[in-house]
């Protein structure tokens, strides 16, 4: 005893009382804010309790990315579909079979019925084939069309030239190629290419979109396809002369309203044109944006719901498993609440440690839960063809929501707390 | 520090119960005053009271020429935070933190963790003889060791005050004699304090003893 009393410094007050080095040195933990060196001893002291906090708020985190980024994706599909439809477009084509039975095909004559009733407005049409694999070894479409079908639907050309009106006019053997078909068979403008024996001269690239009205939507048929040449639709093909009804058919026919015209007015009228009894046409289907995005309303509507239940749930779930493990926290650890207090440390200041503490969780669980989803969504982009997509506000909400929900489910536990008596803590030492 | 007929009640389901019965005491600055008095008797109570960590039920805490009970909760804390310094029972450390940065963690509420506050820490460690302990984890320490970690932080700001609770109350008498010689030193050195026990054998440190029976002070 004497020995140990002989080592205690002869006075508080003298400044030169020996300190040793490894006394004195702050170690690097003395380099972090006092209140990361609370919440580090806080997460320490119950790690179990606080890694099934932090799993139960990571899977609802990993719940909610996945459902922003599912939304996300069906919004830009129903924006990619709009575009590829083209501004203020909207589409007529045959409907598999008319209400008659009988299959109702649109012709080239309504095209110039729309042509010479809707004055300033676009009108193209199309007709597709699919060409003889054994002539390219690939499979690819033929459109035969007008000049006006590139300019409809907004594509860019990529070198030379869309068909033209001389080409049509004059039957030329022209035919501008998709960029896809550019790439796949390194063919260019000045090329010649033989469709089924009959040599027609490549006088452009064209981008036709990302084919989506052909692949995902239900109203297939409007689009045109990755790998695909255009005619002009007076150009000898072979296909064309198989009969007189076959070289008149068509597929679509697409109208562009000018942005000065009001687009529904002239959807009325349009559809006032090729309906009327004397053309016999009852079996069209209309296309509009409207149409298009109807479907993914409702699967988005459907995905809210659903997605958005679960999602809900597995937060709820984590934050009730961290509001536990707050109670927990704050019932284990009364005494050193009242050492805090004994400190000078306020009751805000209390309150203060175990917010900060879950939010702490909530906001590392909110990041991990980001990468973990984003992991997932690879993973989807890789092996699926659904399309998900996630933008910066559907990064930043999981990260926002996890502090809101650090801050919503400690707020009880922390209260408690706050309003431990100093001396009711001590007590319990 | 200075107490004007203080009385403290405490709920019970049979009735209020008076813990504390008409306590007179006043503690001039550099005495060393020990209470000591049987289990129940109200000893911690009172001490609770003059370390400003509760109110009183009746009468008057006045601590630096201030009456407590004008003080609102964040006055209370600041005078805690500078001007008294606790000792416990069972020390109150926090066990995984080195004894040196329990020393520290005095400063917790205080603007900072300065180059100060390491040099301060560093001699109220130095001070209770613990300067080659300091990167010792808390629970490593003997419980002798942990005691004198709990002084120092008591210390390192230097109060007004040095309150303690039973601070031998779980200590080998060894251990014991060397905290109470601390408590000696640091009283000589012309800090105050005040110390609660039922150990009657420590009277001797004291400068003045009071014994606290049923709620009365004699």
Avoid at chain 1, 290 to 306: F, T
Wanted: charged share 20%; aromatic share 4%; hydrophobic share 45%.
């Amino acid at each position: 005893m004497k020995d140990e009393a002989k080592n205690m410094s002869p006075s508080l007050q003298h400044s030169n009382t020996p300190i040793l080095h490894h006394a004195t040195a702050p170690s690097p933990r003395l380099l972090l804010s006092p209140l990361l060196r609370d919440l580090l001893d806080g997460i320490r002291a119950e790690p179990a309790r606080v890694a099934l906090s932090f799993m139960a708020v990571t899977i609802g985190m990993v719940a909610l990315v996945l459902l922003l980024a599912v939304l996300g994706g069906l919004r830009e599909r129903a924006r990619v579909l709009v575009r590829e439809l083209g501004a203020n477009v909207f589409a007529v084509r045959t409907a598999a079979t008319g209400e008659s039975g009988r299959k109702q095909d649109l012709e080239e004559k309504h095209a110039v019925i729309l042509r010479e009733n809707l004055p300033g407005c676009s009108v193209s049409a199309f007709q597709r084939y699919e060409l003889n694999a054994r002539d390219v070894g690939q499979a690819i479409s033929i459109i035969a069309t007008d000049e006006s079908l590139s300019g409809v639907r907004g594509w860019t050309v990529r070198q030379g030239r869309f068909i033209d009106r001389s080409d049509v006019r004059n039957a030329e053997r022209h035919a501008a190629i998709s960029v896809g078909l550019a790439g796949l068979k390194k063919w260019k403008p000045g090329d010649m290419v033989s469709l089924e024996n009959t040599a027609f001269k490549i006088v452009g690239i064209v981008d036709p979109g990302t084919a989506a009205l052909e692949s995902g939507s239900s109203d297939a048929g409007l689009g045109v396809g990755e790998n695909v040449i255009f005619v002009p639709r007076t150009a000898p093909f072979p296909r064309q002369r198989d009969s007189r009804e076959m070289s008149h058919r068509v597929d679509a026919i697409f109208v562009q309203a000018t942005a000065d015209e009001d687009f529904h007015r002239v959807l009325v009228v349009a559809q006032k044109l090729l309906q009327a009894p004397a053309l016999g046409l009852d079996g069209i289907s209309w296309v509009t944006p409207e149409s298009l995005l109807q479907g993914i309303r409702r699967l988005q509507g459907s995905v809210r719901v659903a997605g958005g239940s679960i999602t809900f749930l597995c937060l709820v779930l984590g934050g009730t498993t961290l509001m536990s493990l707050m109670v927990a926290n704050v019932r284990d650890r009364v005494v050193e609440i009242g050492l805090r207090r004994s400190l000078g440390a306020t009751a805000t200041d209390v309150a203060k440690l175990f917010v900060f503490e879950a939010c702490a969780v909530t906001f590392s669980a909110g990041v991990v839960g980001l990468v973990v989803a984003g992991l997932i969504l690879l993973l989807i982009r890789e092996k699926s063809s659904l399309l998900v997509s996630i933008g910066a506000s559907g990064l930043a909400l999981p990260l926002v929501l996890s502090i809101a929900m650090g801050v919503i489910f400690s707020y009880w536990p922390a209260r408690m707390a706050s309003r431990i008596s100093p001396s009711e803590a001590l007590r319990n030492e | 520090m200075q107490m004007i007929g203080v009385i403290k009640t405490f709920p019970s389901p049979s009735g209020p119960v008076e813990v504390l019965r008409h306590i007179d005491l006043v503690i001039q600055p550099g005495e060393f005053v020990l209470i000591t008095g049987p289990s129940g008797s109200g000893k911690t109570t009172l001490l609770n009271l003059a370390s400003l960590m509760d109110s009183p039920t009746a009468g008057e805490v006045v601590f630096d020429g201030a009456r407590v009970s004008t003080m609102d909760d964040g006055a209370l804390c600041a005078v805690r935070k500078r001007k008294i310094g606790m000792v416990f029972q069972r020390f109150c450390l926090l066990s995984n933190r080195s004894a040196f940065d329990n020393v520290l963690f005095r400063f917790r509420y205080v603007e900072g963790v300065n180059v100060d506050a390491v040099e301060l820490a560093s001699k109220a460690l130095a001070t209770v003889g613990l300067s080659r302990m300091g990167d010792r984890l808390a629970r490593k320490l003997s419980a002798g060791e942990m005691q004198r970690v709990a002084i120092a932080r008591a210390i390192a700001l230097k109060p007004d005050l040095l309150v303690a609770d039973e601070p031998t109350g779980n200590l080998d008498a060894d251990s014991a004699m060397t905290v109470m010689e601390c408590f000696r030193q640091l009283n000589e050195q012309g800090i105050t304090v005040l110390m609660v026990t039922h150990n009657e054998a420590l009277r001797g440190y004291a400068t003045r003893h009071h014994v606290c029976r049923s709620g009365v002070l004699e």
